[in-house]
């Protein structure tokens, strides 16, 4: 109970007492994901009785945002405003502790929240399955690169990555390789291949740019990877 109160803790502002170190509840990362991208899926069902489509996707997405605290967006805007070409790590390490946001990553947390949004209204009665699938999978997501990284930098991401463990790692892929296919199983096929692609090269540029990864890497990844799954549940297959 303390790792899924912990876990809690960490991905969502809900003020509970107790609970455990984050990397010791990633277990539970792609469990809570999913009820939150439920949870939105509740305030869109809800909205649409009093308000056209748009504005109830956006209800939705307001209520994600607010519900983490704007977590993962931090680490989108983070990362796009640090990783320019030519900056040696210790430049980019430092930008990445900057709390300043440039126009960069207020371009990223756009482009990212524009997409989810049209994705939200495009998908229509699927919305609801598809923001649990891809909300829950993009935790877990982020759980897998951190397992398979090196840490970088100093602060919670580093504590994260260096104390995460394997079992709390596997149970976390298992939860969210089953989510990716709550859409269907073609669709669930693609999202976890694209999936585990996005991850791989994720890993492989971190790794070149800083030697590992930290806390924002983490999020841009994680935040990265909902938008992919949005937009490939936006798919219907025709076979």
């Given at each position: 109970m303390g790792r899924l109160v912990g876990a809690v803790q960490f991905l969502t502002?809900?003020?509970?007492?107790g609970g455990i170190e984050p990397h010791r509840a990633a277990f539970f990362f792609p469990l809570v994901g999913a009820a939150l991208g439920a949870a939105a899926g509740c305030v869109l069902w809800g909205a649409l009785y009093v308000v056209p489509a748009p504005v109830a996707a956006l209800l939705a997405l307001l209520f994600?945002?607010?519900?983490?605290?704007?977590?993962?967006?931090?680490?989108?805007?983070?990362?796009?405003?640090?990783?320019?070409?030519?900056?040696?790590?210790?430049?980019?390490?430092?930008i990445l502790k900057d709390s300043r946001i440039g126009s960069y990553g207020a371009l990223a947390i756009v482009i990212a929240s524009l997409l989810r949004w049209q994705a939200i209204v495009a998908l229509g009665d699927r919305a609801f399955p598809a923001l649990a699938a891809a909300v829950g999978a993009s935790r877990g997501g982020?759980?897998?690169?951190?397992?398979?990284?090196?840490?970088?930098?100093?602060?919670l991401g580093k504590a994260f990555v260096a104390g995460l463990s394997g079992?709390?790692?596997?149970?976390?892929?298992?939860?969210?390789?089953a989510l990716?296919?709550?859409c269907g199983p073609i669709n669930g096929a693609v999202a976890l291949a694209a999936s585990a692609l996005t991850l791989l090269l994720a890993r492989a540029y971190f790794q070149r740019r800083i030697g590992?990864?930290?806390?924002?890497?983490?999020?841009?990844?994680?935040?990265?990877?909902?938008?992919?799954?949005?937009?490939?549940?936006?798919?219907?297959?025709?076979?």
């Open positions: 502002i809900l003020p509970i007492p994600l945002m607010v519900a983490t605290g704007g977590l993962h967006e931090d680490g989108l805007a983070d990362v796009f405003d640090a990783f320019r070409a030519g900056r040696p790590p210790e430049r980019i390490l430092a982020m759980v897998l690169l951190a397992y398979l990284s090196k840490p970088a930098g100093e602060g079992a709390s790692a596997i149970g976390a892929v298992v939860q969210a390789a990716v296919f709550l590992g990864v930290n806390g924002d890497c983490l999020g841009a990844t994680c935040q990265i990877l909902e938008v992919l799954l949005l937009l490939i549940y936006l798919w219907r297959p025709s076979f």
